[in-house]
């Protein structure tokens, strides 16, 4: 009987030291939330500042114009749709300041800075987990003196030295900050990744806390999992492929936390129908938008056919290259843009860092290696084979995440290499200083002149300068992506120049755009509706079934000459009415438009005036009004483009070669004087132009003969 109350004793005495401890782990964590929280809320306004001072004050260049009319109007941008953004922007839209395109470029800001503080939780959640997990291997009077300290420190800064590193570090990064100014998805679409990642971790660490005190019931955190699967069908209704590429990383926590019984129970079929359902909820929008028939309502999806096409960019599957040399010339390219994602390419301060970190977190906590490992691995399968340009470095923003929060692992290894036994107290605290300090000054300072927007006018002046050469009821047809985004900002949201007929030659490859020239431009389409609509006929054919005429050469000419005889039909009863114009790129001829590259200037003199050709009856000279150019940051030195920028690529060889243009066109008909002017302004932008130097030096040769 004593040896039954003894016990019982001992029963009592272990079950009131477990409630102790887990009324002491209830305590340490509300201590390091509120410590998180003054992190994160740091980062936060640190990166809102940085982002609201280089905010981009008006429309930009890619996709930035046709994402405002969508979100503005409650349309459909292009595929896959971007909803939630779409819904998260337009609120943005309706805020009493600036200009709509200053409003949702604020919205992506916001975003941005909740994504960054988002990752200080993250990081702070995995380095209280790997502290938990790490066992005390030293006992000596000095070492137990020094973990004392680290624990005290827990609620101050210093305990999150790392984490708030790596959100300082990913809101100076590069990509991220490019698209935190200016409207874009990906600011959001990094936000939401992040809060899914804090759900998972956070849902991670409570477990291993539950299982400490030897509870069994586990399952009363699910709250955060079935919280995180929500969040992750609702992210893929902003930017599918990236957030999908980090499944297997997500898995990985599951696994490595609660092993095989978690994937045969009941609990994953619920975080699956639960994620489901929020995906469902969010697309739910684009057959409602597009009954409205928005101004912007790219696919009109309407049908299920047509809204699954446009969920899963159907369109966007030619830019699927497996090709082992394609691939490898990918990869270099990523480490170009990976060497210059944190700060300069000859100061690797964040590799240096990120190696440390993921060497740190495989010896530490094996869970958060495989988790950022993963990460890696999904993003570049995928990206290394999706050949696409201007927004590439987006689809990295999973693998770079991964980084800063493997450079966080790698600061705390340098706070914990710097409380050597012998050292003194004050050196973890001076090391995590300047480990935090010299990460973000190297990346601020490296980015800064590429990502500042604030004087960002490149894309409302080349409309501008556009608008200002074409004629009242001019029609002007473009192949350049870098134009038409741009001026469907300007004339639907500011209604600039509305009597401008601009028409995308490659949208007319897609039948929703031909509803769209119905509402902007019916005039235009009534006087050439006997060949646009055999031609939009024969196109809805190509759309359902693109194979059937991949096989067949006769169905391709077929769709080939409809196209071809539609735009001469639209140029030649436009022309009657009033001036058409043509961007240059519609002079690259392709494997889609040969005949019309052919046809073009075989039927029509090209007359360049300032951005655009002029397409003119007759052969004789024409006068050409000397072009008033607004490049307000374009080539002034006021801002640094990176070779790969778009500016570099379309923009400011626009300018440069309708200047070189305009002096060949000149110097043809022995007008020396201004031939020699154009070329001097061409090389003004690019010295390095040879066909400038060419031309200046012949019409000077020219002007010297008596």
Not at 82 to 87: D, E, G, H, Q, Y
Not at 298 to 303: E, K, L, M, T
Not at 546 to 551: C, E, I, L, V
Not at 633 to 640: E, F, H, Q
Request: charged share 15%; glycine share 6%.
């Amino acid at each position: 009987m004593a040896r039954g109350f003894t016990k019982g004793a001992q029963s009592q005495r272990q079950v009131s030291r477990e409630v102790k401890s887990a009324r002491e782990t209830s305590a340490r964590t509300f201590s390091w939330s509120g410590s998180e929280l003054v992190c994160a809320g740091v980062v936060f306004v640190v990166a809102l500042v940085t982002y609201s001072w280089t905010l981009a004050p008006t429309v930009t260049l890619v996709d930035s114009g046709e994402l405002i009319v969508a979100a503005h109007g409650l349309g459909v941008a292009h595929p896959p749709g971007f909803p939630l953004w779409v819904i998260l922007a337009h609120l943005a839209s309706l805020l009493p300041f600036g200009n709509v395109a200053a409003r949702i470029n604020f919205s992506s800001a916001v975003f941005a800075s909740l994504a960054c503080a988002m990752l200080t939780l993250v990081v702070a959640e995995l380095i209280m987990t790997a502290s938990s997990l790490a066992a005390p291997k030293r006992t000596s009077k000095t070492a137990h003196q020094r973990r004392k300290v680290g624990d005290s420190t827990g609620g101050g800064l210093l305990m999150f030295a790392p984490a708030v590193g790596a959100g300082l570090l990913m809101a100076f990064s590069r990509t991220l900050w490019s698209y935190a100014t200016i409207t874009e998805v990906y600011a959001l679409n990094a936000l939401l990744i992040l809060v899914v990642f804090f759900l998972m971790v956070r849902w991670r660490r409570r477990i291993l806390e539950t299982q400490k005190t030897k509870s069994e019931q586990v399952t009363i955190h699910d709250g955060w999992l079935y919280t995180a699967a929500f969040v992750f069908g609702l992210a893929l209704g902003v930017h599918h492929v990236t957030v999908g590429l980090t499944l297997p990383a997500v898995a990985a926590i599951v696994y490595r936390t609660q092993g095989v019984k978690f994937f045969t129970s009941r609990r994953l079929l619920y975080a699956a129908l639960i994620s489901i359902g929020g995906l469902l909820a969010v697309y739910a929008y684009l057959p409602l938008a597009a009954s409205r028939s928005p101004v912007m309502n790219w696919g009109n999806p309407r049908s299920l056919q047509e809204i699954w096409w446009h969920i899963t960019g159907r369109q966007y599957r030619v830019f699927f290259v497996f090709s082992p040399a394609i691939m490898g010339a990918q990869f270099v390219e990523f480490c170009r843009m990976l060497s210059r994602e944190f700060g300069f390419p000859w100061l690797p301060v964040t590799p240096f860092l990120g190696l440390a970190g993921f060497v740190s977190a495989y010896k530490r906590d094996r869970t958060s290696f495989w988790f950022l490992f993963l990460i890696v691995i999904a993003d570049l399968a995928y990206s290394l084979s999706y050949e696409i340009a201007e927004d590439k470095d987006a689809y990295y923003l999973p693998l770079f995440i991964s980084i800063a929060i493997a450079a966080g692992f790698g600061i705390r290894w340098l706070i914990q290499l710097a409380g050597a036994e012998r050292a003194p107290m004050a050196t973890p605290y001076l090391v995590g200083a300047i480990a935090i300090v010299l990460a973000s000054a190297t990346a601020l300072s490296a980015n800064w002149p590429f990502n500042n927007r604030k004087h960002y006018f490149i894309a409302d002046d080349y409309v501008e300068n556009l608008f200002s050469t074409i004629a009242p009821d001019g029609l002007l047809l473009t192949q350049d992506w870098q134009v038409v985004s741009p001026m469907f900002y300007a004339q639907e949201i500011e209604q600039r120049r509305r009597d401008v007929k601009v028409v995308d030659i490659n949208l007319l490859r897609r039948s929703w755009y031909f509803d769209y020239l119905k509402q902007a431009h019916p005039g235009l389409m009534d006087r050439s509706r006997e060949k646009i609509d055999p031609y939009v006929a024969i196109l809805k054919q190509w759309e359902r079934d693109p194979g059937a005429f991949a096989r067949s050469q006769e169905l391709t000419r077929t769709i080939s000459m409809a196209f071809l005889e539609m735009i001469q039909s639209i140029v030649r009863n436009e022309i009657r009415v009033a001036p058409v114009y043509i961007t240059n790129d519609v002079l690259v001829a392709d494997q889609t438009n040969g005949y019309l590259t052919r046809w073009i200037p075989q039927s029509y003199q090209l007359v360049p005036q300032g951005l655009v050709f002029n397409l003119a009856t007759g052969r004789s000279f024409h006068e050409l009004p000397d072009p008033y150019l607004r490049m307000r940051g374009l080539a002034d030195g006021t801002r640094r483009f990176a070779k790969d920028d778009v500016v570099n690529v379309k923009v400011l060889p626009t300018y440069t070669r309708m200047l070189i243009n305009r002096g060949r066109y000149l110097a043809l008909f022995n007008q020396h004087d201004g031939a020699i002017i154009a070329f001097k302004e061409a090389l003004a932008l690019d010295p390095s132009l040879s066909a400038a130097q060419q031309g200046l030096v012949e019409s000077k040769a020219k002007l010297a003969k008596p």
